[in-house]
């Protein structure tokens, strides 16, 4: 069965540095997604990218946050100067118009 | 104040079992998805209901959509150590995106 694959699956990492989380979606989806799942904390949207552009983006996504699809298959999620409240896990998401599936996510600690 | 609220928040029992979790609404959705996820994996869809007072069964598992599409429930019948996970109700918000947007939670242990 296609699956979402999610690198690193840990990254610890200072307080203001950078960190980019990858995520290989399924072949041929169509919609993008970050969610969020700070320890204890429920699932947060963070931002949905359809046709090479962002198209939807939670208050949580602000400037500290990008995305991309560098390369047509690969598609990241940039966080510039990290801050320990960023500690959580990020799960990547692909779908279609009917349904999506989840990575297994990347439990990003910040020191 | 959650769009979705989840009950209860925790609940451990012991095998075989049987549980019922809600998630509850004051807002009507054309759908709503049960998801179970284990520690350290991504959430994993179970089950979408689309129609006022559905029911949909998946082995020991029974949801059930409400008659006015304001909330939901999900029934373990005879519940097993397997079943152990944190079980989430979504509802996919109108626009082109098709952002899930997720309930608080149902923690649920299940002792051998």
């Known amino acids: 069965e296609p699956e979402v694959t999610q690198t690193p699956s840990h990254q610890v990492t200072q307080m203001g540095q950078e960190v980019i989380l990858r995520c290989v979606p399924i072949?041929?989806?169509?919609?993008f997604y970050w969610y969020r799942q700070i320890l204890g904390q429920k699932v947060e949207f963070l931002v949905s990218?359809?046709?090479?552009?962002?198209?939807?983006k939670s208050e949580i996504f602000d400037d500290q946050f990008s995305v991309e699809r560098p390369d047509g298959s690969n598609f990241t999620l940039k966080i510039r100067s990290t801050k320990l409240e960023d500690s959580a896990m990020y799960f990547c998401a692909s779908g279609t118009e009917y349904g999506y599936t989840f990575g297994s996510g990347t439990r990003l600690t910040v020191v | 104040t959650q769009l979705l609220e989840q009950s209860p928040q925790f609940l451990s029992i012991q095998e075989g079992e049987n549980l019922t979790v809600y998630c509850n609404s004051s807002?009507?959705?054309?759908?709503l998805q049960w998801y179970r996820q284990e520690p350290g994996e991504g959430p994993v869809l179970l089950v979408t209901v689309v129609t006022g007072g559905e029911v949909k069964k998946l082995k020991r598992l029974t949801f059930q959509f409400g008659d006015a599409r304001k909330d939901s429930s999900l029934h373990i019948t005879a519940a097993q150590p397997g079943d152990t996970g944190l079980y989430l109700c979504a509802v996919k918000r109108r626009g082109a995106t098709n952002k899930l947007i997720f309930g608080t939670g149902t923690l649920l242990a299940v002792q051998p």
């Open positions: 990218f359809y046709n090479n552009e962002i198209s939807e």
């Open positions: 072949s041929n989806h169509l919609y």
């Open positions: 807002s009507v959705f054309s759908s």
